[in-house]
């Protein structure tokens, strides 16, 4: 195939603010987990599909559950209204817990 030109698995983002390795980062449509830290308007690598610990907001959430990221807490919600789609959780989280595992879907 001549035209191939990566998987996919990690994509160069930008972000106007810093980021932190392990941070959850949108860059319009897409939904990814930072690779590394970056300052302001410098690239970095994001995962954009896998299985991730991310923050979550308050609440129960059920395995294999949609699941939304919540750009203005930086954490996950099953909330849709106002939030990006991110992927679904892999395994249950209860109200207390202060992360969730999310399979990510590849886009926001």
């Not at 698995?9 to 970056?38: E, H, K, R």
């Not at 690598?45 to 991730?52: D, Y």
Request: glycine share 10%.
């Amino acid at each position: 195939m001549r035209n191939f030109v990566q998987t996919g698995d990690t994509l160069t983002f930008t972000s106007p603010d810093p980021v932190a390795s392990g941070q959850g980062v949108t860059m319009n449509a897409l939904f990814g987990v930072a690779a590394s830290a970056a300052p302001a308007g410098d690239p970095f690598e994001a995962a954009v599909v896998g299985v991730f610990e991310l923050p979550k907001a308050a609440g129960a959430i059920d395995a294999g559950a949609k699941v939304y990221w919540k750009a203005d807490t930086s954490n996950v919600t099953t909330a849709a209204t106002g939030n990006k789609l991110i992927g679904a959780a892999t395994e249950a989280a209860v109200d207390t817990a202060a992360v969730v595992r999310v399979r990510l879907n590849g886009i926001a």
